[in-house]
């Protein structure tokens, strides 16, 4: 099994050695998890919503960097509102503004989080080009 390299906190290394025989067992049981709820939620979510309306949410994420105490629905829905108001983003996609917002208020905490860490990475990936982002929101 390949190997990886994460960095956690005090706290969550405490947490892990509290729940888990050792650290390393925790972190390798709760990786793969976390990465399969990811991609399940994000299957599930990326049926709810257009393929304009995906860009606009992307694009809302340029030069975001995601903390921990931004993965909220509200967050997600901050962004979004004000890419829309400030930039026209959804204009630019043909999205419609109320449509997305209101896919948007039925997502819990977990998948707009799942989502806003989707659409940060494509500016983070090998293959973040404006070309490729419809490649991206069909492929990934």
Known sequence: MPQVAA??????????????????AGAEFI???????????????????????????????????????????????LRVSDACELNNLHTRHGASRSSLESKLKSLDDTQATALMIWASAFWVSRNCSAGNLDEYISAY
Do not use: C
């Not at 969550?12 to 025989?21: S, V």
């Open 7 to 24: 960095r956690i906190n005090d706290e969550q290394e405490r947490w892990l050695k509290d729940y888990f025989r050792t650290k390393s």
């Open 31 to 77: 990786l793969p998890w976390a990465v399969d709820t990811f991609f399940r939620a994000m299957a599930n979510i990326k049926q709810m919503f257009t393929v304009g309306e995906l860009k606009t949410i992307v694009e809302a994420h340029k030069d975001t960097r995601l903390l921990p105490d931004h993965t909220r629905l509200s967050y997600l829905l």
